[in-house]
C-alpha cells in the first residue's frame, strides 16, 4: 500500500491499494476468520464482521438515500448500522443488496479504520442524527452502481470507491471464483490459455449470481475486471 497526500476529502493522506492488494487483503482476512469455503458457496458476510471486529451489525431507520454506515471510535470500529427499509422488504434481491452492503461497510473497516479513528470529531461529513459529534462514515452510493470505475462519479471520495472496490473480493473470492467459472472456460491464444467464454457470460453471471447470493451487477462488475470483454473477443495471446 502506498500514501499520497490528499487533496478531497476530510483526510490528510490517501491510501492507494492496487486490485492484487485488495484481493490479498480480502483472502488472507477470510482465511484467519476462518470463514472461507472450501467450495464455491455464498460468504457469510455478516459472521465475518462479527468475527473480525467484534461487532453485530443492526438495523435502524434511516433516510432512503443511506443504505448504512460504520461508527468510529480511537480504538477502531464501535458499530455497523444497516437502513432498516433494506430488511424489512424480505426479497431475495434486498437480502443480496444487505449483503453488498456489509461488504462496502467491511470494506470501511478492512481499509481505512486508522482513517477515521484519526479523525476530528467535529468533522461535519461524518455527523448523524443523534449524535452529531460520533465520527462515522454515511455510505449514499448504492455498491456497484458505477459501472465505469471512475472516480470523477464519486464526486471527490475516493474511500468510497476503495469500499466498493472491496464487494467483490470478499463476497467473491477469486480462488472460489475461478472455480465456479471453470464450465464457462474456452482455452484462447496460442498458449492455451483460458479464458471466459464470451458466449457463455451471461450463463456465467447467472450461475455464479445463484452460487454465491449475490445482485446480478456486483457478478457483472467482478466480471468485468477480471474478465474484460475487449481481451475476451480479441483470443490473442
Known sequence: MKTFKAHTGPFKERPYFTPQEIESI??????????LPLEPAPIRIDRFIEKKYNITPQYENMENSILGYTIFSQTGVQAMMINRCLDEENSQASERRIRSTLAHEAGH???HTHLFSNLSSSRPLFADYQNPRRPKVLCRDVPGN??????????????????????????????LLEKAL????????????????????????????????????????????????????????
Request: net charge positive; proline share 6%; charged share 20%.
Open 146 to 175: 458505477d459501472h465505469s470505475g471512475s472516480l470523477k462519479t464519486y464526486d471527490g471520495r475516493w474511500w468510497e470507491f476503495q469500499a466498493n472496490s472491496v464487494i467483490g473480493s470478499l463476497l467473491l473470492p477469486r480462488p
Open 109 to 111: 473497516c478492512l481499509l
Open 26 to 35: 480480502c483472502l488472507s482476512e477470510l482465511q484467519a476468520n476462518e470463514l
Open 182 to 237: 471453470e464450465p464457462y472456460k474456452i482455452k484462447a491464444g496460442l498458449l492455451g490459455i483460458k479464458q471466459l467464454d464470451p458466449t457463455k457470460r451471461a450463463l456465467a453471471i447467472n450461475s455464479i449470481v445463484d452460487i454465491f447470493n449475490i445482485n446480478p451487477i456486483v457478478a457483472k462488475i467482478r466480471l468485468d475486471g477480471l474478465y474484460p470483454v475487449a481481451k475476451e473477443t480479441q483470443m490473442s495471446l
